[in-house]
């Protein structure tokens, strides 16, 4: 279940990601709009990915994306990451990502590249 959102909307936060952050931790994700495409190079750690519709609709999941990887989907208009999802917990993830994004009180967390002493 995600608790807290980050999201990266300006330039710099949507082409760095999470690269130059801490890891995520559980409970966190990180919002990128506009995005239809993202890669893992530089990534020490696999990642969940969630491609979001203009509706806020997940249209394509993947449970774990390995670093040096390339995952895009042309329909996107956003993408939701999240540590890797558990085995069997793909369906349950996407309603709680689709949940969040469709809140009326969501609460958007600006990105930073917060060291990890700020945690």
């Known amino acids: 279940m995600i608790s807290k959102l980050l999201i ?8 760095s990601g999470l690269l130059f952050r801490p890891r995520l931790q559980p409970g966190e994700a990180l919002w990128i709009k506009p995005c239809h495409a993202i890669h893992t190079f530089g990534m020490r750690y696999p990642i969940g ?8 609709k997940v249209i394509l999941a993947q449970a774990r994306l390995s670093p040096l990887r390339i995952a895009l989907c042309a ?3 956003s993408v939701v990451e999240t540590l890797p999802v558990g ?33």
């Open 87 to 119: 085995a069997g917990l793909l369906a349950q993830s996407v309603q709680s990502v689709e949940a969040l994004l469709s809140a009326s009180s969501l609460a958007l967390v600006p990105v930073s590249c917060a060291s990890k002493t700020e945690r």
């Open 49 to 56: 990915v969630f491609f979001i519709d203009q509706h806020k």
């Open 75 to 77: 329909d996107a208009d």
């Open 8 to 15: 990266a909307s300006t330039t710099w936060q949507r082409t």
